[in-house]
């Protein structure tokens, strides 16, 4: 937060500990025709911000980017995301940590759904599209592969599984959304991790 403020950014607090409702009250203290939105972990390269201001300016409502990932991340998780990936290329979905989206389809859409702890991105997405084009970058953003380093396999899978045997329910409460909301396990490829200078 320093940082920003340093840098000249306006910082917004909130009280409610939900990603939706975060998003939400940063587009409400803007002032900008267009929104990027960024998950703290994520490194956002120049030119995928060049090409989501383009294709703004060239009508899309909004849209985002492919990922990759930090550093190495685990053999499970590479085979996971690449059907992932595949599907989101496909329909045209995207991760959260960047979306992009005209102010005038952002109040459209009416915003992030803060009834959703997690999926809100593909929700949005849905909304999104609906206005207008949903334009996927050619470049990619650069995001944090720490959950996958520090949760294993099993945990990620179970996750996933709840999501979809009851995808209207489960992602409506924190309660059983660990992989999202529960206290931050340390990265085994952080400096301050322990065995590393």
């Given at each position: 937060?320093?940082?920003?403020?340093?840098?000249?950014?306006?910082?917004?607090?909130?009280?409610?500990?939900?990603?939706?409702?975060?998003?939400?009250?940063?587009?409400?203290?803007?002032?900008?025709?267009?929104?990027?939105?960024?998950?703290?972990?994520?490194?956002?390269?120049?030119?995928?911000?060049?090409?989501?201001?383009?294709?703004?300016?060239?009508?899309?409502?909004?849209?985002?980017?492919?990922?990759?990932?930090?550093?190495?991340?685990?053999?499970?998780?590479?085979?996971?995301?690449?059907?992932?990936?595949?599907?989101?290329?496909?329909?045209?979905?995207?991760?959260?940590?960047?979306?992009?989206?005209?102010?005038?389809?952002?109040?459209?859409?009416?915003?992030?759904?803060?009834?959703?702890?997690?999926?809100?991105?593909?929700?949005?997405?849905?909304?999104?599209?609906?206005?207008?084009?949903?334009?996927i970058v050619k470049s990619t953003v650069i995001t944090s592969g720490r959950k996958l380093r520090t949760y294993t396999g099993g945990e990620v899978f179970r996750a996933?599984?709840?999501?979809?045997?009851?995808?209207?329910?489960?992602?409506?409460?924190?309660?059983?959304?660990?992989?999202?909301?529960?206290?931050?396990?340390?990265?085994?490829?952080?400096?301050?991790?322990?065995?590393?200078?």
């Amino acid at each position: 937060m320093r940082v920003a403020c340093d840098h000249g950014a306006s910082v917004v607090s909130i009280q409610a500990r939900q990603i939706a409702a975060a998003r939400n009250a940063a587009a409400r203290a803007s002032t900008g025709e267009v929104l990027i939105f960024v998950d703290a972990d994520t490194r956002v390269t120049p030119s995928a911000v060049e090409e989501a201001i383009d294709a703004m300016h060239r009508g899309a409502a909004g849209g985002g980017a492919m990922i990759t990932f930090d550093g190495p991340v685990p053999w499970w998780a590479s085979v996971m995301l690449a059907p992932l990936v595949i599907g989101f290329r496909l329909f045209k979905y995207t991760g959260g940590c960047f979306l992009f989206c005209t102010r005038r389809a952002f109040d459209a859409a009416g915003g992030w759904d803060e009834t959703l702890f997690a999926s809100e991105e593909i929700e949005m997405a849905r909304r999104l599209k609906k206005l207008g084009r949903f334009v996927i970058v050619k470049s990619t953003v650069i995001t944090s592969g720490r959950k996958l380093r520090t949760y294993t396999g099993g945990e990620v899978f179970r996750a996933f599984l709840r999501m979809g045997l009851s995808p209207r329910t489960a992602v409506k409460s924190r309660d059983k959304l660990g992989l999202w909301y529960d206290p931050r396990r340390e990265d085994p490829l952080s400096s301050d991790a322990p065995g590393r200078a």
